[in-house]
């Protein structure tokens, strides 16, 4: 029987198709955004515990209470906005379910979603499924910053929803407190809602603070802010992630939730409020974690030919290889991952109309002996590079 796809474009994702590459050629998997070290022992103990003792039915629709007022303390201790777990606070089946009941509740056929390219890729096809239009607006090059000129411009009597992504996938780039005020002055007098994508929250670096909307009450005012346990534990498997968001935006948001997903795993949340309330200083010390991390891998690759980008945040480096291969970023990325046996994530997938680039993403969250083998596969590159010269 043949139907009518209403995703046409869409297919496999990028991170699928390298992830199922690598093992097919037996690489060493730098590309898709898991850590291969296991999560807290505490947590995997109240998950087992949770299971135990019988937390294994429906949960609230909305979440764990429990968990939902962890949530509450550490936004309120994190970023200053005071927030009700009743009516603000909906634990969801990942980030991306919340990215896509937050979109599915409030964006309408017709409406117009400004999206900042590159973007990660399950936003485009939540704004189609509303028979909205995507927007996409590309970000400034090398700092992946936003032009507000631009911005400006494509702000119109149809844009319902403006998505952000802080710190950025795939680039790393993080906004900052004068962004927060100009794109609060930007919306000021609009009815524009921002959909704040924070799954990399306690991931910023050198210093800085995370510029959570949450930390701004004109913009926490009129935004979802998304979060995920997944990244903040390293169990992307458990697949839990939240929405806080002002109570008019949290009821439409539930709405959808809960003939959606309904329910998120339930030991997972009681587990995931043991751990907020016992070791709060695990997602205080991330960003100092995954920094060192960030600096061990950049040290490794000083050798190689790759040309490293600024890492603001995140978990992901992004290399310009365009010493090694003059061939675009798809190409060279399946060239990597069958001759060098490393695989990553061209950047080019990202986009609506890539740039001319030569861009690649990989993954510094992986424990060091992955990140050594990785490195020294990568170093034959001086060989082909050499060949150029």
Not at 153 to 178: K, Q
Not at 305 to 313: A, I, N, R, S, Y
Request: charge should be negative; charged fraction near 20%.
């Amino acid at each position: 029987m043949q139907i009518e796809s209403k995703l046409p474009q869409v297919g496999t994702t990028i991170f699928s198709v390298m992830s199922q590459l690598a093992q097919e050629c037996e690489a060493i998997n730098l590309g898709q955004g898991f850590p291969d070290f296991e999560p807290p022992a505490r947590l995997r103990e109240a998950l087992a515990r949770a299971v135990a003792d019988g937390r294994n039915q429906y949960p609230p629709g909305i979440g764990v209470a429990a968990l939902r007022e962890q949530i509450a303390y550490k936004t309120e201790a994190l970023y200053g906005r005071s927030t009700d777990p009743g009516t603000e606070v909906t634990v969801t089946s990942g980030a991306t379910e919340a990215i896509f009941a937050a979109i599915a509740a409030t964006v309408r056929a017709g409406d117009e979603v400004i999206v900042l390219d590159p973007a990660y890729d399950c936003y485009v096809p939540a704004i189609e499924l509303q028979n909205a239009r995507a927007v996409r607006m590309p970000l400034l090059q090398p700092e992946f910053s936003i032009d507000w000129q631009r911005l400006a411009d494509a702000i119109t009597p149809r844009t319902r929803m403006l998505i952000v992504n802080s710190p950025h996938n795939p680039t790393g780039a993080v906004l900052t407190a004068d962004d927060l005020d100009r794109l609060a002055a930007l919306l000021r007098d609009t009815s524009v809602l921002i959909l704040s994508d924070e799954v990399y929250e306690h991931m910023v670096f050198d210093g800085a603070l995370h510029q959570s909307m949450s930390r701004h009450p004109e913009l926490a005012a009129r935004s979802f802010v998304i979060s995920s346990f997944g990244k903040t534990y390293h169990c992307t498997g458990w697949k839990i992630g939240y929405c806080v968001a002002p109570p008019a935006l949290t009821a439409e948001l539930r709405k959808v939730h809960q003939y959606l997903t309904f329910a998120s795993f339930a030991p997972a949340q009681w587990a995931l409020a043991e751990m907020l309330e016992a070791e709060p200083e695990h997602h205080l010390e991330l960003s100092a974690f995954y920094q060192d991390k960030r600096d061990r891998f950049r040290a490794l690759l000083a050798d190689t030919p790759l040309v490293l980008q600024d890492v603001p945040g995140g978990y992901f480096q992004l290399v310009d290889y365009s010493a090694v291969r003059d061939v675009d970023d798809a190409t060279f990325s399946q060239w990597l991952v069958r001759e060098v046996g490393v695989a990553a994530v061209p950047l080019s997938p990202f986009f609506e109309t890539p740039p001319e680039s030569r861009l690649m993403r990989l993954c510094f969250a992986k424990n060091d002996a992955t990140l050594e083998a990785g490195a020294a596969r990568l170093a034959a590159l001086n060989a082909t590079a050499a060949l150029r010269r």
